[in-house]
């Protein structure tokens, strides 16, 4: 058995198990990963850990689609300093586009 950065570890998420929005990521989590497993090797999940830390990481950086409206996370951003310009892609209309979010989460925390 391979343990890696990927692989299972022991932790506790005991203080979260009320929150419904807990369950609805594990779901949400689950389907993507079984989509991924489906197209890729299972053993090889270090693109999955790494765009779900991410996006936890970029979690506040939403951005409204200027015509639909929805609220997008970005799918790439190159961060500098304490800049991060962020990549979105709306799935509902298809279109594309950038925005510029803080990357110090203290300051983002200021409009949370
Ligand atoms: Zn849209």
């Given at each position: 058995m391979t343990?890696?950065?990927?692989?299972?570890?022991?932790?506790d998420h005991a203080e979260l198990i009320q929150l419904p929005e807990y369950h609805a990521l594990r779901q949400a989590l689950d389907a993507l990963a079984q989509?991924?497993?489906?197209?890729?090797?299972?053993?090889?999940?270090?693109?999955?850990i790494a765009a779900v830390t991410d996006m936890a990481r970029t979690s506040y950086a939403a951005d409204d689609c200027d015509h639909c409206r929805e609220p997008?996370?970005?799918?790439?951003?190159?961060?500098?300093?304490?800049?991060?310009?962020?990549?979105?892609?709306?799935?509902?209309?298809?279109?594309?586009?950038?925005?510029?979010?803080?990357?110090?989460?203290?300051?983002?925390?200021?409009?949370?």
């Open positions: 343990i890696d950065a990927t692989s299972p570890r022991t932790f989509r991924l497993d489906r197209e890729q090797d299972i053993t090889d999940r270090d693109g999955f997008v996370w970005p799918h790439g951003a190159d961060v500098t300093d304490s800049w991060m310009n962020g990549r979105y892609y709306c799935p509902i209309c298809n279109r594309a586009w950038t925005c510029g979010y803080t990357a110090d989460l203290e300051i983002a925390a200021m409009f949370i």
